[in-house]
T-cell receptor, first 109, second 114 residues
Framework: KQEVTQIPAALSVPEGENLVLNCSFT??????LQWFRQDPGKGLTSLLL???SQREQTSGRLNASLDKSSGRSTLYIAASQPGDSATYLC????????WGAGTKLIIKP | EPEVTQTPSHQVTQMGQEVILRCVPISNHLYFYWYRQILGQKVEFLVS????????KSEIFDDQFSVERPDGSNFTLKIRSTKLEDSAMYFC????????????FGPGTRLLVL
């Protein structure tokens, strides 16, 4: 059974720092992996999608990597800003989206 | 930019009542999905829908749930006899051509069963 784990569960850093969020999955037979942002009580905003054949995707200050063989993905956020504060979720596409529990990120001004 | 919309944003119902949650997927998308997120828990897949039929469903999606595309734009999730444990945020999503593309999510419907 596919399991998705995100570490850390919460992270608080000062504004301007670069940071890395981690996502791991147990079965490498995935189609792709998607990173989402969720603001409190709100919907899910897609940030990046990495196909299983890709190693990396970038969008602005965000960079996501995928190492399918080791079952890991990272989301790198450069020059963090208070507006980046949210919960970040990863989901692996394994016939259906299987979700991690998220990393709650707080960026302190 | 096209987006997925959902109505209502909030719904309160009594246990045992039927509820219908509505979604309007992005207009040229072919795959539609329902997910739920119980407060404090992971997002869970419920069902995917393609070409007017269910393409995949999870073990959560039992006989009390049904989905329908009643017209060319709406996609609905019906819960026949609600239970307390159905209280959750329900998200609708759509993808353009396949299940392997980016899924775009609506803002969710928060369902509270009393």
């Amino acid at each position: 059974k596919q399991e998705v784990t995100q570490i850390p569960a919460a992270l608080s850093v000062p504004e301007g720092e670069n940071l890395v969020l981690n996502c791991s999955f147990t079965d490498s037979a995935i189609y792709n992996l998607q990173w989402f942002r969720q603001d409190p009580g709100k919907g899910l905003t897609s940030l990046l999608l990495i196909q299983s054949s890709q190693r990396e995707q970038t969008s602005g200050r965000l960079n996501a990597s995928l190492d399918k063989s080791s079952g890991r993905s990272t989301l790198y956020i450069a020059a963090s800003q208070p507006g980046d504060s949210a919960t970040y979720l990863c989901a692996v596409n394994f016939y259906q989206l299987i979700w991690g529990a998220g990393t709650k990120l707080i960026i302190k001004p | 930019e096209p987006e997925v919309t959902q109505t209502p944003s909030h719904q309160v119902t009594q246990m045992g009542q039927e509820v219908i949650l509505r979604c309007v997927p992005i207009s040229n998308h072919l795959y539609f999905y329902w997910y739920r997120q119980i407060l404090g828990q992971k997002v869970e897949f419920l069902v995917s829908f393609y070409n007017n039929e269910i393409s995949e469903k999870s073990e959560i999606f039992d006989d009390q749930f049904s989905v329908e595309r009643p017209d060319g734009s709406n996609f609905t999730l019906k819960i026949r006899s609600t239970k307390l444990e159905d209280s959750a945020m329900y998200f609708c999503a759509s993808s353009e051509r396949t299940t392997q593309e980016t899924q775009y999510f609506g803002p969710g419907t928060r369902l509270l069963v009393l």
